[in-house]
């Protein structure tokens, strides 16, 4: 199957080092992301946070671990015949920092759509995708109702009710168990 991969919360664990890193810039003592728009957390426009985020892109998306088992997860999916294809709300600009993270940090990396503040449900319909790997609920339920099964990554700021369509991981054990489940062979 063609496997659709968000990246951040799902292979970069991002959060805990932006929230850190957030703490700092605003002097705040916010010990959890509870929502996925952090600058609601802040209390801040968006576009302060960006500018943030933009002046300190490259520590931003450089220092950031792999989740655990990302690495691994990625290397089954791929033995069992998958397809993967990253689909990010980076942008384009940031493609150059994040090849060399997955690098670094010896994730496979290959196809890659970074459609910055588009949606990844046209990426999902443009590129065939079938299975989705997502963290941030709102992009989990567009994909779903399209149609598209989506394994959500059980992260703080996800805690709702999940609607059909949408199964709750714990680990990337629990990503790669769901796959099987729907795709016994692989195609
Ligand atoms: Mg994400």
Request: hydrophobic share 35%.
């Amino acid at each position: 199957m063609r496997i659709g991969v968000d990246i951040d919360g799902v292979i970069s664990d991002s959060y805990p080092l932006w929230l850190d890193e957030l703490n700092r810039h605003y002097g705040k003592n916010i010990p959890f992301v509870d929502d996925y728009n952090m600058h609601l957390s802040f209390d801040v426009s968006p576009e302060d946070m960006n500018e943030f985020f933009e002046t300190n892109v490259e520590r931003l998306l450089m220092r950031p671990e792999a989740i655990s088992g990302a690495r691994e997860g990625i290397e089954s999916l791929r033995q069992e015949g998958h397809e993967i294809i990253y689909v990010t709300a980076r942008t384009l600009d940031q493609e150059e920092l994040t090849a060399h993270w997955f690098e670094l940090k010896g994730i496979y990396y290959n196809q890659v759509l970074f459609t910055g503040f588009g949606s990844k449900l046209d990426a999902v319909k443009q590129w065939g995708i079938e299975v989705f790997i997502e963290d941030y609920l709102e992009n989990a339920k567009l994909i779903a109702e399209y149609g598209v099964p989506v394994f959500l990554i059980d992260t703080t700021y996800n805690q709702e009710e999940l609607p059909p369509g949408i199964t709750r991981c714990h680990s990337w054990e629990d990503i790669i168990a769901g796959i099987r489940k729907i795709s016994p062979k692989s195609s």
